[in-house]
């Protein structure tokens, strides 16, 4: 059974960078892609980025591209968001998720989420 955890929210303030933390188990992550989405209150689900079991395959969305980055860590079945500069507009619940079509933005195995809240 597919299983995936974030780590990494909290609290921040507008300017500081946070990085989160994904483990996934019950899957073979080095034959998955893996990928960040968030969810802000009152909208979508939104895709910010992917990564194949290649690092040199990752895929950042437009809306986030330049402040985020993601880092694989196939020995540990992990997935890393970076993201900097964060603004009030980035409070989400941040989501991992698994799955065929992650690269296309479409998860289909999903953690519980992590609370992301930046403060101006």
């Known amino acids: 059974q597919v299983q995936l955890r974030e780590f990494g929210g909290g609290l921040v303030q507008a300017g500081d960078s946070l990085r989160l933390t994904c483990t996934a188990s019950?899957?073979?992550?080095?034959?998955?892609?893996m990928g960040w989405f968030r969810q802000a209150p009152g909208k979508e689900r939104e895709f910010l980025a992917a990564?194949?079991?290649?690092?040199?395959?990752?895929v950042v969305a437009d809306s986030v591209e330049g402040r985020a980055t993601v880092y694989r860590d196939n020995a540990k079945n992990e997935l890393d968001l970076q993201m900097n500069n964060l603004s009030p507009e980035d409070t989400a619940v941040y989501y991992c998720?698994?799955?065929?079509?992650?690269?296309?933005?479409?998860?289909?195995?999903w953690g519980q989420g992590t609370q992301v809240t930046v403060s101006s």
């Open positions: 998720a698994t799955g065929d079509a992650v690269l296309r933005g479409i998860g289909t195995n």
């Open positions: 019950g899957l073979t992550a080095d034959t998955y892609a």
């Open positions: 990564s194949a079991w290649s690092p040199s395959t990752a």
